[in-house]
């Protein structure tokens, strides 16, 4: 029951100030943009604006608990941002130089990718879960320093888990829309934009009020 109230608390604020939800949301797509587009630069921008963003997203809602020093929730986002991406691209090498077939056959180089990529995305997903109160207790003011609580971290991440189930399968049903009708394609990538807009501030403020409460 409680895990509920947080889910339906979560909506009641995301719903409070519709227009600084969509401009949040907005937001979040664009530095997710910048994020993917510039190598290293791209991490630091996202992680240092998504910190500024937050923390005036919060103000407006009322929910956040007092002003404190960011820099533990930018350094946990710098790592975390650095290791997703650099997973992601040894990723993609593999599969590059496999489909291409060049130079691997000698130098066995994609799987050496293919090992880095795994390797970061295991670190990237054991320091998520880690760290996730970590950011979101230091934006929301719970936290003034660099503190890891893994038992708080781990509720947060699991409550966080249950809440993703709904969007995930209009995720799904989604793609398999587009799959089965491809001449729809931009109608149903308007709608994953806009529920986009709105998913992602929904989680920010959960997670914000996990923190400030757990």
Request: aromatic content about 22%; hydrophobic content about 60%; overall charge positive.
């Amino acid at each position: 029951m409680e895990i509920l109230n947080y889910l339906v608390n979560s909506f009641n604020y995301l719903k409070k100030d519709i227009p600084a939800t969509v401009l949040y949301g907005s937001l979040l797509l664009f530095l997710l943009f910048i994020f993917f587009l510039l190598p290293i630069l791209g991490q630091i921008l996202f992680s240092l604006f998504f910190v500024r963003i937050t923390k005036w997203y919060y103000k407006r809602l009322d929910i956040l608990e007092k002003e404190v020093d960011n820099k533990p929730a930018i350094l946990c986002l710098i790592i975390l941002s650095l290791l997703f991406y650099f997973s992601i691209i040894f990723i993609f090498l593999y599969f590059a130089f496999y489909l291409f077939e060049t130079l691997y056959y000698s130098w066995n180089i994609d799987n050496v990718f293919l090992l880095l990529g795994k390797i970061l995305s295991i670190i990237f997903s054991i320091l998520s879960l880690i760290f996730i109160y970590t950011i979101f207790g230091n934006l929301i003011g719970r936290e003034e320093k660099f503190r890891i609580n893994i038992k708080k971290s781990l509720i947060i991440g699991a409550i966080s888990s249950i809440a993703m189930i709904i969007p995930l399968i209009m995720y799904l049903s989604l793609i398999l829309l587009i799959l089965k009708f491809p001449l729809y394609i931009f109608s149903f990538l308007w709608i994953y934009l806009i529920f986009s807009i709105f998913l992602f501030p929904y989680f920010v403020i959960l997670n914000g009020i996990l923190a400030k409460n757990l």
